[in-house]
Protein backbone atom coordinates (compact mmCIF):
# COMPACT_ATOMS: atom_id res chain seq x y z
CA UNK A 1 0.00 0.00 0.00
CA UNK A 2 0.93 3.41 -1.05
CA UNK A 3 2.04 6.15 2.06
CA UNK A 4 -0.94 8.19 0.09
CA UNK A 5 -3.59 5.36 0.62
CA UNK A 6 -2.94 4.75 3.77
CA UNK A 7 -3.05 8.44 4.98
CA UNK A 8 -6.69 8.63 2.99
CA UNK A 9 -7.78 5.55 4.87
CA UNK A 10 -6.44 7.21 7.92
CA UNK A 11 -8.47 10.11 7.32
CA UNK A 12 -11.36 7.85 6.38
CA UNK A 13 -11.46 6.54 9.84
CA UNK A 14 -10.74 9.82 12.06
CA UNK A 15 -13.68 11.05 10.28
CA UNK A 16 -16.16 8.19 10.47
CA UNK A 17 -14.84 7.95 14.18
CA UNK A 18 -15.32 11.67 14.69
CA UNK A 19 -18.76 11.39 13.14
CA UNK A 20 -19.45 8.70 15.31
CA UNK A 21 -18.50 10.40 18.53
CA UNK A 22 -21.00 13.64 17.35
CA UNK A 23 -24.04 10.97 17.09
CA UNK A 24 -23.13 9.51 20.15
CA UNK A 25 -23.15 12.92 21.90
CA UNK A 26 -26.38 14.05 20.69
CA UNK A 27 -28.72 11.20 22.78
CA UNK A 28 -26.70 11.91 26.16
CA UNK A 29 -27.85 15.19 26.26
CA UNK A 30 -31.06 14.05 25.69
CA UNK A 31 -30.03 11.71 28.74
CA UNK A 32 -29.00 14.25 30.92
CA UNK A 33 -32.05 15.91 30.49
CA UNK A 34 -33.96 12.51 31.39
CA UNK A 35 -31.42 11.92 34.60
CA UNK A 36 -32.22 15.78 35.10
CA UNK A 37 -35.98 14.41 35.58
CA UNK A 38 -35.08 11.56 37.56
CA UNK A 39 -33.35 13.57 40.25
CA UNK A 40 -36.06 15.96 40.59
CA UNK A 41 -38.46 13.27 41.27
CA UNK A 42 -35.85 11.64 43.34
CA UNK A 43 -35.99 14.72 45.42
CA UNK A 44 -39.75 14.69 45.57
CA UNK A 45 -39.95 11.72 46.95
CA UNK A 46 -37.22 12.91 49.48
CA UNK A 47 -38.54 15.52 50.32
CA UNK A 48 -42.35 13.29 50.64
CA UNK A 49 -40.28 10.70 52.71
CA UNK A 50 -39.25 13.07 55.29
CA UNK A 51 -42.68 15.15 55.75
CA UNK A 52 -44.35 11.42 56.36
CA UNK A 53 -41.73 10.65 58.80
CA UNK A 54 -41.94 14.04 60.66
CA UNK A 55 -45.61 13.48 60.61
CA UNK A 56 -45.26 10.37 62.12
CA UNK A 57 -42.85 11.24 64.80
CA UNK A 58 -45.27 14.51 66.23
CA UNK A 59 -48.16 12.18 66.44
CA UNK A 60 -46.23 9.81 68.46
CA UNK A 61 -45.17 12.70 70.67
CA UNK A 62 -48.69 14.15 71.06
CA UNK A 63 -49.91 10.46 71.89
CA UNK A 64 -47.11 10.23 74.70
CA UNK A 65 -47.27 13.86 76.09
CA UNK A 66 -51.37 12.72 76.66
CA UNK A 67 -50.22 9.86 78.14
CA UNK A 68 -47.65 11.04 80.27
CA UNK A 69 -50.44 13.95 81.18
CA UNK A 70 -52.50 11.16 82.78
CA UNK A 71 -49.79 9.43 84.69
CA UNK A 72 -47.88 7.59 82.43
CA UNK A 73 -44.31 7.51 83.45
CA UNK A 74 -42.31 5.97 80.34
CA UNK A 75 -39.02 5.61 82.58
CA UNK A 76 -41.02 4.35 85.74
CA UNK A 77 -42.03 1.20 86.30
CA UNK A 78 -41.90 -1.12 83.83
CA UNK A 79 -42.54 -4.31 85.92
CA UNK A 80 -46.30 -3.14 85.29
CA UNK A 81 -45.61 -1.92 81.94
CA UNK A 82 -48.83 -2.59 79.46
CA UNK A 83 -51.42 -2.00 82.84
CA UNK A 84 -49.75 1.52 83.43
CA UNK A 85 -50.25 2.48 79.58
CA UNK A 86 -53.90 1.29 79.89
CA UNK A 87 -54.92 3.07 83.00
CA UNK A 88 -53.13 6.35 81.12
CA UNK A 89 -55.18 5.51 78.10
CA UNK A 90 -58.57 5.14 79.94
CA UNK A 91 -57.70 8.87 82.17
CA UNK A 92 -57.30 10.10 78.06
CA UNK A 93 -60.20 8.67 76.72
CA UNK A 94 -62.92 8.07 79.60
CA UNK A 95 -65.78 7.37 77.50
CA UNK A 96 -64.11 4.32 76.70
CA UNK A 97 -64.01 5.06 72.66
CA UNK A 98 -59.87 3.31 72.47
CA UNK A 99 -57.28 3.08 74.42
CA UNK A 100 -54.56 5.09 73.27
CA UNK A 101 -51.45 3.36 72.84
CA UNK A 102 -48.24 4.99 72.03
CA UNK A 103 -47.15 4.16 68.66
CA UNK A 104 -44.21 2.86 69.49
CA UNK A 105 -45.84 0.08 72.34
CA UNK A 106 -45.31 -3.49 70.84
Sequence with gaps: MSSTRIKALAFGVSCSLLLFSVAQ???ASNQASTMEGASTSKQAQKATKKAERKARREKKNAEL????KNGYNPSGDQLRYPQNVQNAGRKANPKGAGVAVPASAP
Design 25 to 27: AQP
Design 65 to 68: NELE
